[in-house]
């Protein structure tokens, strides 16, 4: 277990370092192999993780069946977003595509790093990692734009984990009433303490990390910088940012809201997930309207959809937690189609503008089903895996007598649905304009379409009959988090 | 609070007082060289009270974060900061003088009242034990509201990133006043990312720039919606 632990913490490091060295060519090639490899390795741990208890490696590292739900998402994600890569930087020049490789690589080595601390320090240390590394990649594309997005995300995102750094001091300080000054903040200790441990620092950490960690989630009022970051990215790092970034930061958001159920029960900090949940996701729904940018408009889907887990997180039922992990991984699958298949649309039309892209199931004979396809699994229509998830979630609120709050959630969803839909069918399906100059039916590039199938099919393996293994992984999740 | 305070929670107290000052002088300068200075400063009166901490408790391993924290901080931060956006702006921009949204006095004010609302709020959290004074820790939180304001009401990429280099400065006075048993190996860490963080913001700030021809903020309104 240790070994293969650690073979996912060296490996996409060691394949962002060469990619640096090697011709650009090489470079994709590199990271395909490192993608892939570091989902094969993730997938090896899901069987020790779905039956043992917890897995403590050392002081320092830790693999328990949370952690490794979020491993699943972040290493599916890199392999597809590692293969799509290999035909979206086709054309670029030699230094992009070193620079651009060796990014992709150290910001999911940097993701798959996080759900792995044991500490609650290190984990907000990797986190930090992960906005330095994004911010880079944000910029690449050295115009006005992409400085301007960059600029913000760094900012806001940094000024969050001040907080979320605040957060950790405050929990150093309640363990370290109950386990003494040398404590190094570790997880478990701090949950198995929880009863003794000081009620109003725990609150106050709690808070704090849901807004400073929920600047990255992208939770409302503190999600500004999403849009423009998701907008002005490589199509690559957008599907990493919002399928894999934004969970893993919400991943932190979890570990804090263990500690705090069991100190101060889960009254308190349900309510305020609750709170944040509902406001991000009523955002969010509102927003999809009438977006003009293509990935702005999947931006805000990813609000929505944050919005969602904490909501089905505030549930606190079984069944709900099970769809929050569930949602998760399905989350991940389907927003990163999304993306690279938008992604295959700007590389054919050369714009982002939803208005400018016409006739796309024409033009683009496999992406444009795809995409739709990939739209309709994002908006929980079954069989897709968000389908189920979402379902869970909401037959858990109803479960647990949140009856407002489970209707709340199925109305905005809906709401959702229509401003993607709509934006979605006008891109696909409405005629070129007449006397515009149309471009020859055609597929960029085939890297860019396997990613987009290997997506959906795990969407429909997640929504139609998840592997025996997965449901045992989630469930043993699921009761980590509502242990009480 | 009844008491009158020991030498080291007074020494904490005061080292504190005078780190929201200097906040308050970054705040009216309008030079970023003077904004660093300010911040060079701040950042050795942390490093004092980690000696003060250190002595008083008895924990070795303070004195080794003090000496690093001062030479990331006091030296290599300052040094960086200054190489990437101090030169080429002083000669041809007008600093970052003009680039309130608030007249000073007005943003003062403002600052003012957000750090008497972080200072009695946390104030009355009552959140203290023998390593934490919980006035040190009050004030910490006036900073963090101060470093807020500072970064809304200056319009420009230098008084931004200087106001979240003090954030992280009162981010490190709460945790000495209330985590100073931290384990060294963690609270190292935490400066070496900080030091990337600088990185990356210098970096950005430089292709800001270069772009727009100066460090205002002001034109940043492309993306929206």
């Known amino acids: ?484 | 609070m009844s008491t009158a305070p020991g030498i080291y929670q007074g020494a904490a107290n005061v080292i504190a007082a005078l780190m929201l000052l200097l906040e308050f002088g970054m705040l009216r300068q309008a030079l970023v060289r003077d904004q660093v200075r300010l911040y060079a400063a701040q950042s050795a009166l942390i490093s004092v009270l980690a000696v003060v901490i250190a002595a008083d408790r008895n924990l070795p391993d303070l004195y080794a974060l003090a000496a690093l924290s001062g030479a990331l901080k006091v030296v290599v931060v300052p040094l960086v900061l200054r190489r990437l956006l101090g030169a080429p702006v002083s000669e041809d921009a007008p600093g970052v003088a003009g680039s309130y949204t608030l007249n000073p006095a007005s943003a003062v004010l403002a600052c003012i009242g957000l750090a008497a609302f972080g200072f009695f709020t946390f104030g009355r959290l009552h959140i203290a034990g023998p390593a934490a004074p919980a006035l040190a820790l009050a004030i910490a939180a006036a900073m963090v509201f101060v470093a807020f304001g500072l970064m809304i009401v200056r319009r420009d990429v230098a008084s931004q990133a200087v106001g979240f280099l003090t954030l992280e400065n009162a981010v490190s006075l709460a945790a000495l006043v209330v985590a100073a048993g931290l384990p060294l190996i963690l609270e190292t860490a935490f400066l070496f990312d900080l030091l990337v963080a600088v990185v990356v913001f210098g970096m950005l700030i430089r292709a800001h720039h270069t772009k727009a021809e100066s460090l205002s903020t002001a034109d940043l309104t492309r993306l929206q919606g």
Request: glycine share 10%.
């Open chain 1, 1 to 484: 277990m240790l070994a293969v632990v650690l073979a996912i913490l060296i490996l996409p490091l060691a394949a962002g370092v060469v990619c640096l060295t090697i011709p650009a060519r090489l470079a994709a090639a590199v990271t395909a192999v490192s993608g892939i490899a570091s989902f094969g390795l993730v997938l090896a741990l899901v069987p020790e993780a779905a039956h043992g208890d917890l897995s403590e490696l050392s002081g320092y590292l830790r693999a328990d069946a949370v952690s490794v739900i979020f491993l699943l998402a972040t290493g599916f994600l890199y392999g597809a977003v590692a293969i799509y890569a290999a035909g979206y930087l086709k054309g670029r020049d030699a230094r992009y595509v070193r620079r651009c490789s060796a990014g992709l690589n150290a910001f999911a080595w940097a993701m798959l790093a996080a759900p792995l601390m044991g500490s609650l320090a290190l984990l907000w240390i990797a986190i930090e990692v992960t906005t330095v590394i994004s911010a880079l990649l944000v910029a690449i594309e050295d115009t006005d734009r992409a400085a301007e997005a960059a600029w913000k995300y760094v900012l806001i995102a940094s000024a969050g984990l001040s907080l979320a750094l605040l957060a950790t001091i405050f929990a150093y300080y309640a363990g370290a009433q109950v386990l003494g000054e040398h404590y190094n903040l570790a997880v478990q200790p701090l949950i198995d303490a929880a009863a003794k441990l000081p009620k109003t620092p725990v609150r106050l950490a709690f808070l704090l990390a849901v807004v400073g960690y929920g600047t990255k989630v992208g939770l409302f009022p503190v999600h500004t910088w999403l849009p423009d970051a998701h907008s002005e990215a490589p199509t690559p790092v957008s599907a990493l940012l919002s399928g894999s970034l934004l969970a893993v930061s919400f991943y932190a958001i979890l570990r804090f809201y263990q500690v705090a159920a069991a100190a101060l029960g889960s009254g308190f900090p349900r309510d305020a997930l609750l709170a944040f949940g509902v406001a991000s996701l009523l955002l969010a729904s509102l927003y999809v309207f009438g977006q003009r940018d293509v990935k702005r408009l999947l931006a805000y889907s990813s609000v929505e959809h944050m919005g969602i887990l904490a909501i089905g997180v505030s549930f606190g039922a079984p069944a709900a937690l099970a769809g929050v992990l569930l949602h998760v991984m399905a989350h991940a699958a389907a927003k990163a189609n999304a993306f690279m298949g938008a992604g295959v649309f700007t590389v054919k039309f050369g714009t982002k503008e939803v208005a400018a892209m016409r006739d796309g199931v024409r033009l683009l004979p496999w992406s444009g089903p795809l995409f739709l396809l990939a739209v309709f699994a994002l908006s929980a229509l079954p069989p897709s895996g968000i389908f189920r998830s979402e379902f869970q979630i909401v037959a858990g609120g109803l479960g647990s007598g949140s009856y407002a709050a489970a209707a709340i959630l199925v109305i905005l969803v809906t709401l959702a649905f229509f401003g993607l839909i709509t934006s979605a069918t006008g891109m696909l399906l409405s005629p070129a304009r007449d006397g515009a100059q149309t471009a020859e039916p055609g597929e960029p590039s085939a890297w860019m379409v396997v990613p987009v199938l290997a997506g959906l099919a795990v969407l429909f393996l997640l929504g139609i009959h998840p592997p025996g293994e997965l449901t045992s992984l989630i469930t043993h999740a699921a009761a980590q988090l509502g242990a009480r």
